[in-house]
T-cell receptor, first 111, second 117 residues
Framework: QKEVEQNSGPLSVPEGAIASLNCTYSDRGSQSFFWYRQYSGKSPELIMSIYSNGDKEDGRFTAQLNKASQYVSLLIRDSQPSDSATYLCAVNGGGNNRLAFGKGNQVVVIP | GAVVSQHPSWVICKSGTSVKIECRSLDFQATTMFWYRQFPKQSLMLMATSNEGSKATYEQGVEKDKFLINHASLTLSTLTVTSAHPEDSSFYIC?????????????FGPGTRLTVL
């Protein structure tokens, strides 16, 4: 059974600072890694996908993947109040395209 | 691209009635659709996986006779909650995996909030 672990939150960061979120996974055969953002009362929204070791940047978001250490992280630069949400780490590696989700990290950006 | 819609966005029904929720991929063909349930302040719980033209695969503990899933085409899946009871009140969210995506991204619909009185 795939397991995805996210360190417990919530994470409070001042506006303009960097928010750093970490995620570890147990299935070494996992191939695809995703970060979803979920606002309270809304459904998850895909914000980052990463498949190769290293960094991937998209605007203020940077995802980092290290398959040897089995972790994936998300950095949010210049955090804004609108970034306040729960961030879900998801991992895919098996058949039927199922994703294994972490429990999520709540981020609170303080103006 | 990769837009998924759900209908209705919210529904209130009486105990014992059935409710159907539709999930559509609007601009892509969905090889696989997934149905999740989320209770307040809890994480997503996968209920079932459906592939177009075949029977859904249900997660352990999810009653297939209570939660009927039909995936009749590459753009439409439906979830019917039969004989709904107050404990079925939850946020139901579908997601779709695109047919031409190599890395199995899932795109979520906006969700359906079900309240059973």
């Amino acid at each position: 059974q795939k397991e995805v672990e996210q360190n417990s939150g919530p994470l409070s960061v001042p506006e303009g600072a960097i928010a750093s979120l970490n995620c570890t996974y147990s299935d070494r055969g996992s191939q695809s890694f995703f970060w979803y953002r979920q606002y309270s009362g809304k459904s998850p929204e895909l914000i980052m996908s990463i498949y190769s070791n290293g960094d991937k940047e998209d605007g203020r978001f940077t995802a980092q993947l290290n398959k040897a250490s089995q972790y994936v992280s998300l950095l949010i630069r210049d955090s804004q109040p609108s970034d306040s949400a729960t961030y879900l780490c998801a991992v895919n590696g098996g058949g039927n395209n199922r994703l294994a989700f972490g429990k999520g990290n709540q981020v609170v950006v303080i103006p | 691209g990769a837009v998924v819609s759900q209908h209705p966005s919210w529904v209130i029904c009486k105990s014992g009635t059935s409710v159907k929720i539709e999930c559509r991929s609007l601009d892509f063909q969905a090889t696989t659709m997934f149905w999740y349930r989320q209770f307040p302040k809890q994480s997503l719980m996968l209920m079932a996986t459906s592939n177009e033209g075949s029977k859904a695969t249900y997660e352990q503990g999810v009653e297939k006779d209570k939660f009927l899933i039909n995936h009749a085409s590459l753009t439409l899946s439906t979830l019917t909650v039969t004989s709904a009871h107050p404990e079925d009140s939850s946020f139901y969210i579908c997601s779709a995996g695109a047919r031409d995506r190599a890395y199995n991204e899932q795109f979520f619909g906006p969700g359906t909030r079900l309240t059973v009185l």
